[in-house]
């Protein structure tokens, strides 16, 4: 699910009918249980993501190396054989600067950013029975009897 879909979920689901505080909280664990498989999904394909990222980075730390003279790996990759000798310091310049890692690094950002999402809205939902107990209490106290 994208991170756009989620904060549209959330914005529902965060809402409290405090004219009955008491229904919400029963809500609490299923809504809990919502976004915790939605953060484990994300957080396995995050690291799915970075190992992917680890291997690409050294295919092509290889590459701008001089290190992959096989021409059936660099045509499986699209890749032509390295004609330039670049210097150990910059190579790694290249490589971040690679198409294909850039790529790949854009998805892995953006998959942390939707792990921060989630863990701020599992953090709210823990809160909730606190806020709703705290209503509850506030009520009682400014409406006796």
């Known amino acids: 699910m994208k991170l756009s879909d989620i904060q549209k979920h959330w914005d529902v689901d965060c809402k409290i009918d405090w004219a009955d505080a008491g229904k919400p909280s029963l809500r609490i664990p299923e809504i809990h249980n919502k976004y915790l498989k939605l953060h484990t999904e994300s957080r396995l394909k995050f690291r799915s993501m970075e190992r992917?990222?680890?291997?690409?980075?050294?295919f092509k730390h290889d590459y701008y190396n001089g290190d992959l003279n096989e021409p059936e790996l660099l045509k499986e990759y699209g890749?032509?054989?390295m004609q330039k000798k670049i210097r150990k310091p910059e190579i790694?310049?290249?490589?971040?600067a690679d198409d294909d890692v850039t790529a790949i690094?854009?998805?892995v950002e953006h998959l942390e950013e939707k792990l921060k999402y989630l863990e701020q809205v599992?953090?709210?939902i823990s809160?909730?029975?606190f806020a709703i107990s705290n209503f509850i209490k506030w009520e009682q106290m400014t409406n006796p009897g």
Do not use: H
């Not at 992917?52 to 050294?58: A, P, T």
């Not at 790694?92 to 971040?96: G, I, K, L």
């Open 52 to 58: 992917e990222l680890k291997v690409l980075i050294k």
């Open 79 to 81: 890749l032509e054989p």
């Open 92 to 96: 790694e310049r290249y490589v971040y």
């Open 105 to 107: 690094l854009a998805k």
């Open 122 to 124: 599992l953090r709210q």
């Open 127 to 129: 809160n909730f029975s």
